[in-house]
């Protein structure tokens, strides 16, 4: 299925979160700017669109939910494009007020974002037209509480962001940590199931059109992780260690037990779910790591593959 010539759909690695650009006319909008530390890649695939749009300007950017992935662009991007707004989900509002709480999972997880100012928001039930369409916010909370998404009843489109990915979703806490994510994720799921949708946009991966079963992917997922926490546990701690390792690059070997012991979401979850020394904890999870085949020990440095 071909997206209409005033979409653009840009796929990122899974550092930085996929970007989708609407035209209206000489304005253009942008959906999610990336990962902080790739900026310069970010600002160089939408200038290339706005090339192919004839020059259009980067008048608008919205963001889906406030994880350092789909923020990490904004301030830049707006530095570049004067008069550029930054419109967020309502319910993101707080949390951003509240900058670097660890459910934003920033300094929590060893991720960076620059801090922006917003212009606008967007309630869920709302209709924001891009790209010559109508689009319904829709509340998906769950992997981020006041994340939205995208849908287009005529184009049957759904930019899905983290809610719905083509084999799973973004991931949510482990309910020992907090229950609420997991059931909201559960209900967000329904909502989406009563959708007509015939092409998925993803925050993550390419785009998909088996919308049900993805869905039924995703859930089977989240329910079997449901039923253990210590399991959630272990692919969050892997999750943020890989995600660190790839915006870093590299580490010593001898400084992972002391940022095991520092950054919040592996001194937490250690402590919770864990119970080891620093030491074994930082060894169990460089194995981990290593067997995913995402980090390579080099002497003695850990680098990203
Ligand atoms: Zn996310």
């Given at each position: 299925m071909m997206l209409p010539p005033s979409i653009a759909?840009?796929?990122?690695?899974?550092?930085?979160?996929?970007?989708?650009?609407?035209?209206?006319?000489?304005?253009?909008?942008?959906?999610?700017?990336?990962?902080?530390?790739?900026?310069?890649?970010?600002?160089?695939?939408?200038?290339?669109?706005?090339?192919d749009w004839h020059g259009a300007t980067l008048d608008r950017i919205v963001i889906t939910h406030i994880h350092s992935d789909h923020i990490g662009g904004n301030a830049a991007l707006q530095r570049l494009h004067a008069g550029c707004s930054i419109t967020v989900p309502i319910d993101e509002q707080s949390a951003l007020v509240n900058w670097d709480a660890p459910e934003q999972m920033l300094s929590y997880a060893d991720q960076e974002a620059e801090r922006f100012a917003w212009d606008d928001v967007i309630e869920p039930g709302q209709t924001v037209p891009m790209g010559g369409e109508s689009w319904q916010a829709i509340?998906?909370?769950?992997?981020?509480?006041?994340?939205l998404v995208f849908y287009s009843p005529k184009l049957r489109i759904l930019i899905s962001a983290d809610a719905l990915w083509e084999n799973s979703s973004g991931f949510v806490p482990p309910q020992a940590?907090?229950?609420?994510?997991?059931?909201?994720?559960?209900?967000?799921?329904?909502?989406?199931?009563?959708?007509?949708?015939?092409?998925?946009?993803?925050?993550?991966?390419?785009?998909?059109?088996?919308?049900?079963?993805?869905?039924?992917?995703?859930s089977e997922k989240l329910e079997l992780f449901a039923s253990d926490d210590l399991r959630v546990a272990k692919s969050v701690v892997k999750g943020m260690f890989i995600f660190s390792m790839m915006w870093r690059g590299s580490?010593?070997?001898?400084?992972?037990?002391?940022?095991?012991?520092?950054?919040?979401?592996?001194?937490?979850?250690n402590a919770q779910f864990f119970k080891m020394s620093d030491e074994a904890f930082a060894d169990w999870l460089l194995s981990e790591a290593v067997r995913a085949g995402k980090v390579r020990v080099e002497g003695d440095a850990i680098v990203s593959v």
């Amino acid at each position: 299925m071909m997206l209409p010539p005033s979409i653009a759909f840009i796929q990122r690695d899974w550092l930085s979160a996929n970007h989708v650009m609407f035209r209206d006319g000489d304005s253009a909008t942008l959906i999610d700017s990336g990962y902080g530390k790739f900026n310069d890649v970010t600002i160089a695939k939408v200038d290339a669109v706005l090339n192919d749009w004839h020059g259009a300007t980067l008048d608008r950017i919205v963001i889906t939910h406030i994880h350092s992935d789909h923020i990490g662009g904004n301030a830049a991007l707006q530095r570049l494009h004067a008069g550029c707004s930054i419109t967020v989900p309502i319910d993101e509002q707080s949390a951003l007020v509240n900058w670097d709480a660890p459910e934003q999972m920033l300094s929590y997880a060893d991720q960076e974002a620059e801090r922006f100012a917003w212009d606008d928001v967007i309630e869920p039930g709302q209709t924001v037209p891009m790209g010559g369409e109508s689009w319904q916010a829709i509340a998906t909370p769950g992997h981020d509480m006041g994340s939205l998404v995208f849908y287009s009843p005529k184009l049957r489109i759904l930019i899905s962001a983290d809610a719905l990915w083509e084999n799973s979703s973004g991931f949510v806490p482990p309910q020992a940590i907090d229950p609420k994510p997991l059931a909201a994720q559960r209900a967000t799921f329904e909502r989406l199931a009563a959708l007509d949708v015939a092409l998925v946009i993803p925050g993550h991966g390419g785009m998909f059109t088996d919308y049900s079963g993805a869905l039924k992917r995703a859930s089977e997922k989240l329910e079997l992780f449901a039923s253990d926490d210590l399991r959630v546990a272990k692919s969050v701690v892997k999750g943020m260690f890989i995600f660190s390792m790839m915006w870093r690059g590299s580490m010593p070997v001898t400084d992972l037990p002391g940022y095991a012991a520092r950054v919040g979401v592996h001194r937490d979850y250690n402590a919770q779910f864990f119970k080891m020394s620093d030491e074994a904890f930082a060894d169990w999870l460089l194995s981990e790591a290593v067997r995913a085949g995402k980090v390579r020990v080099e002497g003695d440095a850990i680098v990203s593959v």
